[in-house]
């Protein structure tokens, strides 16, 4: 494990199938052009399964992207975390809102894993959270334990702050599709199994809490574990994410935010400056001790603000 230097890895998934190489690059990571990607590929800078290949080579789902980049200035990031539980196998991390877990694009040593390797030595995530999400997750000290304890968390709830007024109660469950977006990672909720793949079943309970400012405050609880579940549901549902560039009210504002071109009235419709999604709660039985172990995480004061300003 080397951290002085910086290897970018990407496997790609069903939203990369059949883009060529230097598109996936540039669309994905927006800090540098399609010529520029064309040229550190043919550099051998960029390998496709431990391969020097064109630029134009055509992506297959796992296809394994390694990136061993020299000169990416690294933006700031808010590295304030917390450990809020710690023995000899497993650490519960606190994550701020402006903090990517695992290096990707720029990110490297502004990243969790870079901060807690640095302190515990080579460390594996058991559950993940978005750059923007702030919150609880679970880290372990070996992949074995990893494993192990990833099958033993019962329960995954969610704090999030949604634009209108949120029934009571709602349980989604179906199934997250391709959005058709200019965003080739943006996904949509369906309650109907679609016709054809690729698809994935989701399930999300979702009460709740307060309502006030037109916001909701709303707890999820996630039943699958899928990427952009509360996001996209809720987006699908008709109440979209504050602060959230791609699920919120206007999905330009992520290609902006990749642009450096948000305006100062974008950021006032967006209300906060990152998605207002919290991992609240999580609730597990140790696997070697047999305790049953909770914990939970209070909603963050700039997203508390949301909900008490102009009361």
Same mark, same amino acid.
């Given at each position: 494990?080397?951290?002085?230097?910086?290897?970018?890895?990407?496997?790609?998934?069903?939203?990369?199938?059949?883009?060529?190489?230097?598109?996936?690059?540039?669309?994905?990571?927006?800090?540098?052009?399609?010529?520029?990607?064309?040229?550190?590929?043919?550099?051998?800078?960029?390998?496709?399964?431990?391969?020097?290949?064109?630029?134009?080579?055509?992506?297959?789902?796992?296809?394994?992207?390694?990136?061993?980049?020299?000169?990416?200035?690294?933006?700031?990031?808010?590295?304030?975390?917390?450990?809020?539980?710690?023995?000899?196998?497993?650490?519960?991390?606190?994550?701020?809102?402006?903090?990517?877990?695992?290096?990707?694009?720029?990110?490297?040593?502004?990243?969790?894993?870079? =901060?807690?390797? !640095?302190? +515990?030595?080579?460390?594996?995530?058991?559950?993940?959270? /978005?750059?923007?999400?702030?919150? *609880? @997750?679970?880290?372990?000290?070996?992949?074995?334990?990893?494993?192990?304890?990833?099958?033993?968390?019962?329960?995954?709830?969610?704090?999030?702050?949604?634009?209108?007024?949120?029934?009571?109660?709602?349980?989604?469950?179906?199934?997250?599709?391709?959005?058709?977006?200019?965003?080739?990672?943006?996904?949509?909720?369906?309650?109907?199994?679609?016709?054809?793949?690729?698809?994935?079943?989701?399930?999300?309970?979702?009460?709740?809490?307060?309502?006030?400012?037109?916001?909701?405050?709303?707890?999820?609880?996630?039943?699958?574990?899928?990427?952009?579940?509360?996001?996209?549901?809720?987006?699908?549902?008709?109440?979209?994410?504050?602060?959230?560039?791609?699920?919120? =009210?206007?999905? !330009?504002? +992520?290609?902006?935010?990749?642009?450096?071109?948000?305006? /100062?009235?974008?950021?006032?419709? *967006? @209300?906060?400056?990152?998605?207002?999604?919290?991992?609240?709660?999580?609730?597990?039985?140790?696997?070697?001790?047999?305790?049953?172990?909770?914990?939970?995480?209070?909603?963050?004061?700039?997203?508390?603000?949301?909900?008490?300003?102009?009361?």
């Amino acid at each position: 494990m080397d951290l002085s230097r910086r290897i970018i890895r990407s496997t790609i998934d069903w939203s990369g199938v059949n883009l060529l190489l230097a598109d996936y690059l540039a669309g994905r990571f927006t800090y540098r052009s399609r010529e520029e990607w064309c040229s550190r590929i043919v550099s051998g800078e960029i390998t496709l399964n431990g391969k020097i290949v064109s630029p134009d080579t055509v992506l297959a789902l796992h296809d394994q992207i390694e990136y061993r980049p020299q000169d990416i200035p690294e933006p700031p990031a808010d590295l304030d975390y917390k450990i809020v539980f710690e023995d000899e196998e497993l650490l519960i991390i606190n994550k701020p809102g402006n903090l990517c877990m695992h290096p990707a694009g720029p990110f490297f040593k502004h990243t969790l894993w870079h =901060l807690l390797c !640095t302190k +515990y030595g080579n460390i594996h995530f058991i559950n993940r959270l /978005d750059r923007e999400t702030s919150g *609880l @997750l679970m880290a372990a000290k070996d992949p074995k334990t990893a494993k192990t304890f990833a099958k033993c968390v019962s329960v995954k709830r969610y704090q999030v702050i949604v634009h209108g007024d949120f029934p009571q109660e709602v349980t989604a469950e179906g199934f997250l599709v391709d959005a058709n977006s200019v965003v080739h990672k943006k996904r949509k909720f369906v309650f109907e199994m679609p016709p054809a793949p690729p698809f994935e079943s989701a399930k999300t309970v979702f009460r709740k809490i307060s309502a006030a400012n037109g916001l909701s405050l709303v707890e999820a609880t996630l039943f699958t574990g899928r990427m952009h579940q509360i996001r996209a549901t809720l987006s699908s549902l008709g109440y979209p994410v504050a602060g959230d560039k791609l699920y919120g =009210l206007d999905e !330009t504002f +992520y290609l902006k935010q990749r642009t450096g071109e948000l305006s /100062d009235i974008d950021r006032k419709t *967006l @209300l906060v400056p990152r998605q207002a999604l919290h991992s609240a709660e999580l609730e597990f039985t140790h696997p070697r001790t047999g305790e049953k172990l909770s914990f939970s995480s209070e909603l963050p004061a700039e997203l508390q603000k949301l909900l008490t300003f102009g009361e």
